[in-house]
């Protein structure tokens, strides 16, 4: 008889202990799949808002101004760099934008915030948050003209409506401050409160003025890429081809660290916390495969006395332990498949117990938890779990192959 | 135009050199708005005042002394309380540097800082420095003249160029027909909502002419609070060393 028959067979002699630990194996990938897949899903929402705040995935910005930003800091002939940067394969955008502080003021009131300059023909609600989130009026499409996208909470604080006049003073490029005068053409609400107070949308020809740039002067050029997973070796591919002494290529981890510690950080406890269930798991399968060995101590000895090598024994456990996890596993897949079906399409709303503010590391995130999962994560799962139930067979297996043959007949 | 500017330190200390030009304004107005300036100008001023702050959460007094020269460069001082003697505040062209003695920093204010109270008045930091930057910003007219409760007075309205950096729908401003004092300053949104408004009184002679020595802001939407500068001595065209406007001096007590 050949072996992975007999395992099989072993198997199915007790089939009440291998169904409860069959589901053991499937509850743990399952458990698993919502860990890593509404991770998975949160971090690439997260990283892809990140990056339509202004920065991008990846950014080319002056030497130095990630660390001490200032509008006296700005990168020359962005038109050509765009372009440059757009036709690389991986880039799904570039986008040229001028970022600064400055205090909005109207009759009323006056609040720091901060701005973004940008092309009107170059953003969207595709690469702009702000725009996807404009709740009132619609965005000023002359690049020269006087319009400005402002926050709810910042147009509420100022006492401003849609067409309202608001003044912003902020530094030019020699730190003299400057003074223009901009009417209220959207307001946007994110839901971030400190966004949604201290932010506004500048026509970015007109800050250029202002400011006393050159035409083609900016202060980075933001780029979006189609996977964010591709970051790393994207934004040294990028330094390569257009790195200047005097600007720099910087990633999302660089230039929001904030949100790169945060998700560091929950994806650690992610890891321990999948790290304990899959210990927990694997002590069941362990005590599950020592208990069916030890009990069938006669059963060996008999064997190895008609002549089967304790090595033979040794990969009949394993190989009890390997149908265990294909078992498991698919017993897992059927029951993770709609469970996880439904986490994708619909997900589970969490708006009830978050309040208004959906925001962390400054960041808007949805409230409807849902779940996604990359290629490798699905691997690294079914591969885990297997090589977990592998693990935990090694030990009962070894015992089997020690078994003293006279000894163990005596028993019993 | 001095008036107009608003920043109050200036304002106070009375260190007008230039005389904004009103394009598209008649000769008299212009003339008339010219005397005013006058009325404040000087090269440089030394000034002691004081100011008395009254929010809806706190009241609070303070004298200072000060000094400018030019439009460019002013220095602040706060002489008591004593919980906040030595703090400085040195404007000095569109910077504005603030000095803290209890933790001996100097920083320069950004512009994103401007919107904030200053000394927790009614006066944006902003308003320190907006002044000199003022010229050809309204047009101006003479919108009433003739008796007005006890006096005769001149208004005139100034409404602000459809691309001036200015938040204001209109200002009005009162002046004595007699000796031409300023009596009242309001300012309106862009609604002709009443946004704020300042008022002069207690004219007094000092350094070498009548003036009202008293200024008070008020805030429309909260009308119960207000900052009242009172001028308690006044010197204009002083000799005044450069050197007291520089971040070195700004430290010392």
Redesign the interface.
């Known amino acids: 008889m050949k072996l992975t028959t007999m395992a099989w067979r072993n198997l199915w002699r007790r089939k009440r202990r291998t169904a409860i630990t069959a589901f053991s194996i499937a509850f743990g990938v399952l458990l698993a799949v919502t860990f890593t897949g509404s991770g998975d899903y949160v971090y690439t929402n997260m990283i892809n808002t990140g990056a339509q705040m202004g920065l991008g995935h990846i950014s080319v910005e002056p030497n130095g101004y990630n660390q001490t930003p200032g509008l006296d800091k700005r990168i020359h002939q962005t038109t050509a760099l765009r372009q440059q940067l757009i036709m690389m394969p991986g880039v799904s955008d570039a986008i040229v934008r001028i970022m600064g502080q400055a205090m909005f003021a109207s009759a009323r009131k006056s609040v720091g915030g901060a701005f973004i300059a940008v092309d009107p023909a170059q953003e969207s609600s595709v690469n702009n948050l702000f725009i996807r989130s404009i709740i009132a009026g619609s965005r000023f499409t002359d690049s020269n003209g006087q319009g400005i996208v402002i926050g709810s909470r910042m147009a509420q604080k100022l006492g401003v409506t849609i067409g309202k006049k608001l003044v912003y003073t902020t530094t030019d490029v020699n730190g003299e401050i400057v003074s223009e005068i901009a009417r209220v053409s959207a307001i946007f609400q994110t839901g971030v409160t400190e966004v949604d107070g201290a932010m506004a949308l500048l026509p970015l020809d007109r800050v250029r003025g202002t400011l006393r740039y050159q035409a083609d002067d900016a202060t980075l050029v933001a780029i979006t890429i189609k996977d964010h997973r591709a970051t790393d070796a994207m934004t040294a591919g990028i330094a390569a081809q257009v790195a200047l002494p005097e600007r720099e290529v910087l990633s999302w981890r660089q230039t929001q660290p904030d949100l790169a510690g945060l998700i560091a950080m929950d994806r650690s406890s992610n890891y321990v916390t999948q790290t304990l269930i899959g210990l927990l798991i694997a002590a069941g399968i362990l005590n599950t495969l020592l208990m069916s060995v030890l009990e069938r101590t006669r059963e060996f000895g008999v064997m190895m006395a008609i002549g089967m090598s304790p090595h033979t024994l040794f990969r009949l456990v394993i190989t009890e332990s390997l149908w265990l996890a294909i078992i498991g596993l698919v017993f897992g897949i059927v029951i993770t498949a709609p469970w996880y079906h439904y986490l994708n399409t619909i997900g589970i709303d969490f708006s009830g117990a978050m309040g208004d503010d959906y925001s962390a590391g400054g960041v808007l995130i949805d409230p409807v938890m849902k779940v996604y999962l990359y290629r490798e994560s699905v691997i690294a799962i079914l591969a885990g779990v297997f090589g977990l139930t592998l693990v935990a067979g090694i030990y009962p297996a070894w015992r089997a192959g020690r078994i003293p043959p006279v000894a163990s007949l005596k028993t019993l | 135009m001095r008036f107009l500017t608003h920043s109050w330190i200036t304002l106070a200390i009375v260190l007008c050199a230039s005389s904004a030009t009103y394009a598209g304004t008649d000769a008299r107005t212009r003339d008339l708005l010219r005397q005013i300036d006058d009325l404040w100008r000087g090269d440089s001023s030394h000034g002691i005042m004081r100011m008395e702050v009254k929010t809806a959460h706190y009241a609070r007094q303070m004298t200072m002394e000060a000094w400018s020269k030019g439009t460019e460069q002013t220095l602040v001082r706060i002489l008591s309380p004593v919980k906040e003697k030595g703090t400085a505040t040195l404007k000095s062209?569109?910077?504005i540097y603030s000095y803290l003695p209890k933790t001996d920093r100097t920083i320069r204010l950004?512009?994103?800082?401007?919107?904030?109270s200053w000394m927790g008045s009614h006066f944006?930091n902003?308003d320190l420095?907006?002044e000199s930057?003022r010229e050809d910003e309204y047009d101006a007219a003479i919108s009433f003249e003739g008796r007005r409760g006890e006096q005769d007075v001149i208004e005139f309205t100034l409404v602000p160029k459809s691309?001036?950096?200015?938040?204001?729908?209109k200002v009005v401003l009162t002046i004595r027909s007699t000796d031409h004092i300023p009596l009242s300053e309001i300012?309106?949104?862009?609604d002709m909502a009443l946004?704020r408004s300042f008022s002069f009184s207690a004219v007094k002679n000092m350094a070498n002419g009548p003036r009202p020595t008293v200024m008070q802001v008020t805030p429309a939407?909260h009308s119960e609070e207000y900052t009242r500068v009172i001028y308690e001595q006044l010197e204009l065209n002083v000799p005044i060393n450069d050197e007291l406007f520089s971040l070195t001096r700004l430290k010392q007590r």
Do not use: C, K
């Not at chain 2, 950004?110 to 904030?116: E, K, N």
């Not at chain 2, 691309?163 to 729908?169: C, N, P, S």
């Open positions: 062209g569109t910077n950004t512009s994103g800082m401007m919107g904030g944006t902003d420095v907006r930057r691309d001036a950096a200015v938040v204001w729908g300012y309106y949104d862009e946004a939407d």
